[in-house]
């Protein structure tokens, strides 16, 4: 069966297309900084959102016109595959990325739920093997299912905390069969709602005892994927574990897991939290654990994640300044973790959000390119801070100052004037760097 007859493959035919399938910006094979488009921004499909998710918000049921919606059950889940290969193929996308009940079907147990997910793991690969697709990430679903009110690795349950074990064991071996590059973890409920009846050390504790395990057990069985955790702020939590880049970097450094994990960041995330996505990925690059990230972004007005394609030329530039600074992204990629709004309800829809997404980020990176060529704010940072290139500065700056020495420099010193930021001009030129690029 044909999902998407009214599309063909999407290719790139420059800006001055008036071929509303086709790219403006993104040309896979163009070469920047020695590499491939396609090699830089390693883009991956969300299952989750483009295969499953029906248009739903906090207010209102489903509104998303789907040719697969008619099927039930292990026929839904077939169908939903072979619809998602076809889309990868026609919006020529190197990655995909699924929760292990994106593709499968939960059943009445266990062992019932690993025979769905055996099936069409099964029939993924083929689908793999026939395409040249491959697995950016997967991982588990510990969040949807009622089992997890308290949630899953942080439960008052020890029952809950055994189930949760069980699916990532599953989702490794799935892992290793696919090979998928990277597995990521995903706290949905890692959270609490209140202290007052929260045991928050052991629950951290219990955390960092299931981040073990897993890297014994993913050891154990040969799989070799970079581990990735995906901070995440607010909801559904009040207080979520892995709040933000900061503190999941505390977190695995205080439990000895450093050298296991990168960050999966996402833009929306960085906006609940109160960051912009660049200083996430700054955080996580100067400490060496830029991992992956998800592309979308957020809507301001509105307090949820509203995961929305990414458009914002602006910081899709600085996300791909980062990116590029960190040396890529690894074995890592660019997710879309985005879904088209509710009034975009049509299939050709889920087309034209990609292609949006794709030539923003293409064109993201051709800017930070020419913004690090060029030295843009290299050199103004490196003005900014000249003060400690030399002097009192380089004595502060290697350890060597001490308090009395500072105080009897200021004390000689006429005090000094600070120089202006020129954050008005800063932003000024890296628009013209964004418009005439």
Same mark, same amino acid.
């Given at each position: 069966?044909?999902?998407?007859?009214?599309?063909?493959?999407?290719?790139?035919?420059? *800006?001055?297309?008036?071929?509303? @399938?086709?790219? %403006?910006?993104?040309?896979?094979?163009?070469?920047?900084?020695?590499?491939?488009?396609?090699?830089?921004? %390693?883009?991956?499909?969300?299952?989750?959102?483009?295969?499953?998710?029906? #248009?739903?918000?906090?207010? +209102?049921?489903?509104?998303? !016109?789907?040719?697969?919606?008619?099927?039930?059950?292990?026929?839904?889940?077939?169908?939903?595959?072979?619809?998602?290969?076809?889309?990868?193929?026609?919006?020529?996308?190197?990655?995909?990325?699924?929760?292990?009940?994106?593709?499968?079907?939960?059943?009445?147990?266990?062992?019932?739920?690993?025979?769905?997910?055996?099936?069409?793991?099964?029939?993924?690969?083929?689908?793999?093997?026939?395409?040249?697709?491959?697995?950016?990430?997967?991982?588990?679903?510990?969040?949807?299912?009622? *089992?997890?009110?308290?949630?899953?690795?942080?439960?008052?349950?020890?029952?809950? /905390?055994?189930?949760?074990?069980?699916?990532?064991?599953?989702?490794?071996?799935?892992?290793?069969?696919?090979?998928?590059?990277? /597995?990521?973890?995903?706290?949905? *409920?890692?959270? /609490?709602?209140?202290?007052?009846?929260?045991?928050?050390?052991?629950?951290?504790?219990?955390?960092?005892?299931?981040?073990?395990?897993?890297?014994? /057990?993913?050891?154990?069985?040969?799989?070799?994927?970079?581990?990735?955790?995906?901070?995440?702020?607010?909801?559904?939590?009040?207080?979520?574990?892995?709040?933000?880049?900061?503190?999941?970097?505390?977190?695995?450094?205080?439990? #000895?897991?450093?050298?296991?994990?990168?960050?999966?960041?996402?833009?929306?995330?960085?906006?609940?939290?109160?960051?912009?996505?660049?200083?996430?990925?700054?955080? =996580?690059?100067?400490?060496?654990?830029?991992?992956?990230?998800?592309?979308?972004?957020?809507?301001?007005?509105?307090?949820?994640?509203?995961?929305?394609?990414?458009?914002?030329?602006?910081?899709?530039?600085?996300?791909?300044?980062?990116?590029?600074?960190?040396?890529?992204?690894?074995?890592?990629?660019?997710?879309?973790?985005?879904?088209?709004?509710?009034?975009? @309800?049509?299939?050709?829809?889920?087309?034209?959000?990609?292609? =949006? +997404?794709?030539?923003?980020?293409?064109?993201?990176?051709?800017?930070?390119?020419?913004?690090?060529?060029? *030295?843009? @704010?290299?050199?103004?940072?490196?003005? %900014?801070?000249?003060?400690?290139?030399?002097?009192?500065?380089?004595? !502060?700056?290697?350890?060597?100052?001490?308090?009395?020495?500072?105080?009897?420099?200021?004390?000689?010193?006429?005090?000094? !004037?600070?120089?202006?930021?020129?954050?008005?001009?800063?932003?000024?030129?890296?628009?013209?760097? !964004?418009?005439?690029?």
């Amino acid at each position: 069966m044909v999902y998407f007859p009214t599309v063909d493959k999407i290719h790139y035919e420059g *800006r001055k297309t008036k071929n509303p @399938f086709s790219f %403006r910006y993104y040309n896979k094979s163009e070469i920047v900084l020695g590499k491939s488009m396609e090699e830089h921004l %390693r883009f991956a499909v969300a299952y989750w959102h483009t295969l499953t998710g029906g #248009g739903s918000d906090p207010f +209102g049921s489903e509104t998303a !016109i789907r040719p697969w919606s008619h099927f039930t059950g292990m026929d839904l889940a077939k169908a939903r595959l072979e619809a998602a290969f076809e889309f990868f193929e026609k919006i020529d996308v190197p990655y995909f990325c699924f929760h292990d009940r994106d593709i499968a079907p939960e059943g009445s147990t266990l062992k019932e739920t690993n025979q769905n997910l055996d099936i069409i793991v099964a029939l993924v690969k083929e689908q793999m093997q026939a395409s040249g697709v491959k697995l950016l990430w997967n991982t588990a679903n510990m969040f949807t299912n009622p *089992r997890f009110v308290h949630g899953a690795v942080t439960t008052s349950e020890a029952g809950v /905390y055994a189930y949760a074990a069980a699916q990532v064991k599953k989702g490794l071996e799935t892992a290793a069969l696919l090979g998928s590059e990277n /597995y990521v973890f995903w706290g949905g *409920r890692e959270g /609490y709602e209140s202290l007052l009846n929260t045991d928050l050390e052991l629950e951290l504790d219990n955390l960092a005892r299931f981040y073990h395990m897993a890297i014994a /057990y993913a050891k154990e069985i040969g799989y070799t994927g970079q581990f990735l955790i995906e901070p995440k702020p607010k909801e559904p939590s009040k207080h979520q574990y892995d709040f933000d880049a900061a503190t999941t970097i505390a977190f695995l450094q205080k439990y #000895g897991l450093q050298d296991h994990f990168k960050l999966n960041l996402e833009a929306n995330h960085a906006t609940l939290a109160g960051h912009t996505f660049e200083h996430e990925l700054r955080v =996580a690059r100067m400490h060496g654990m830029l991992g992956s990230i998800d592309a979308n972004q957020g809507d301001l007005l509105l307090g949820w994640d509203t995961d929305e394609f990414p458009t914002d030329l602006y910081a899709v530039t600085l996300a791909m300044y980062e990116i590029l600074k960190n040396g890529g992204l690894g074995s890592g990629g660019v997710n879309f973790d985005a879904k088209v709004r509710r009034s975009s @309800f049509e299939p050709e829809d889920l087309f034209h959000a990609h292609i =949006a +997404g794709m030539d923003s980020f293409a064109k993201g990176l051709k800017v930070a390119v020419k913004l690090i060529e060029d *030295r843009f @704010f290299e050199n103004i940072i490196e003005d %900014r801070y000249s003060s400690f290139k030399s002097g009192i500065g380089m004595d !502060i700056r290697t350890g060597k100052a001490t308090f009395q020495q500072l105080e009897a420099y200021t004390l000689g010193n006429q005090e000094k !004037i600070n120089k202006s930021g020129k954050i008005e001009w800063i932003k000024s030129q890296l628009n013209e760097y !964004i418009f005439s690029e």
